[in-house]
């Protein structure tokens, strides 16, 4: 059946119901998620909600906490948009919300968190369709989609660490030895090349191991959160916000690279202990270089998305002029001509 214009809006039901709808999808999945204690792979009898509050305080997925926040946010923008929707209840709804408790019974069963996490995502689904209708999830797609960046994969870590440790590892030395640094890769280390004229071994001048921190895994992540926010936000088309997310590997990549690049460096300057510091306490240089990460890699985002929003056509000239643009250059005013037909486009 497609939707009349007879089909009430959210502002046109009672206000009672409204609230009672509410109310009751709110109990229930605080019941569910933040009351019913069954984890005990993360503590007695964790519910999923503390479960989640202590697995947040892994660095590596820190930024996770941020995201409901950020769906909330994202659902309070779209208000305007949503309340123009017509409310359409769907029945086809019931079957995500069968598959969420059936996720959550299994996850009980198991002992197994991330059963918990695909439940939440298949009983806001259908919550979502069961009670509004299609129109509202197609409308609220992106904020659901974005709800995954809040649930901690640890499993990654084995999947995804080691093998970008190797890659940020052979990557370093290239680079090192294509700049003149005699470099040498030694599992995921990465040590001067021995100079019998100097009488210096393997690593008696600088050594570097990329350790998990500097694997990209923490960056990774933290990117592909935020390429999908900003291209949902600045991306005229869905081809273009895809490609801006997939960037996100690429660019987590160029940022731990440039900070390895600074660490050898620093190293070879100020010496291992201003440039690293130890494991306890790292050095102000050390700690920086994790910022400098996220500086190199949101600056290409937004040279990339900058891009992407122009015509194709132009891509190239466009990054012709970034590379050849001379930074002392006064850009030339505008003529009184050229102004007055700009006032006349806009």
């Not at 109990?27 to 509050?53: D, E, K, N, Q, W």
């Not at 208000?79 to 029945?91: G, W, Y």
């Not at 895809?242 to 996100?248: H, K, M, P, R, S």
């Amino acid at each position: 059946m497609n939707p009349s214009s007879a089909d009430p809006t959210l502002r046109d039901l009672p206000a009672a119901s409204r609230w009672i709808a509410v109310a009751l999808i709110a109990i229930t999945f605080a019941a569910i998620y933040a009351v019913v204690g069954y984890l005990t792979a993360y503590g007695p009898h964790l519910s999923v909600a503390r479960s989640m509050l202590a697995l947040y305080h892994y660095e590596e997925w820190t930024h996770c906490a941020l995201v409901p926040f950020i769906v909330a946010g994202l659902v309070w923008w779209k208000r305007r948009e949503l309340a123009e929707i017509p409310v359409r209840p769907s029945t086809p709804g019931l079957v995500p919300v069968a598959a969420g408790f059936g996720f959550f019974w299994v996850s009980y069963r198991l002992d197994d968190i991330y059963f918990a996490f695909i439940s939440v995502q298949c009983l806001t689904f259908g919550t979502i369709v069961f009670f509004l209708g299609w129109r509202w999830m197609r409308a609220l797609l992106f904020p659901w989609l974005f709800l995954i960046f809040a649930w901690p994969l640890f499993f990654l870590d084995n999947v995804i660490a080691f093998p970008l440790r190797m890659v940020m590892s052979a990557l370093s030395t290239g680079v090192l030895n294509a700049l003149g640094m005699s470099t040498i890769q030694v599992g995921t280390s990465i040590q001067s090349a021995p100079d019998p004229l100097s009488a210096l071994a393997a690593g008696q001048r600088f050594q570097v191991d990329v350790a998990d921190p500097c694997s990209g895994m923490r960056s990774l992540f933290a990117l592909t959160m935020v390429t999908a926010l900003y291209g949902y936000f600045t991306m005229r088309s869905g081809w273009k916000h895809l490609i801006l997310f997939l960037c996100a590997v690429p660019l987590a990549i160029l940022g731990n690279l440039a900070r390895i690049l600074m660490l050898t460096v620093g190293i070879l300057i100020l010496g291992p202990k201003v440039a690293i510091g130890t494991l306890e306490s790292p050095s102000f240089y050390h700690m920086f270089s994790g910022f400098f990460v996220f500086i190199v890699a949101l600056g290409g985002m937004l040279l990339i998305a900058s891009t992407l929003n122009r015509d194709p056509r132009t891509w190239g000239q466009h990054l012709k002029s970034i590379v050849h643009r001379d930074p002392l250059q006064t850009p030339p005013k505008p003529s009184s001509h050229a102004s007055a037909e700009a006032g006349d486009i806009y």
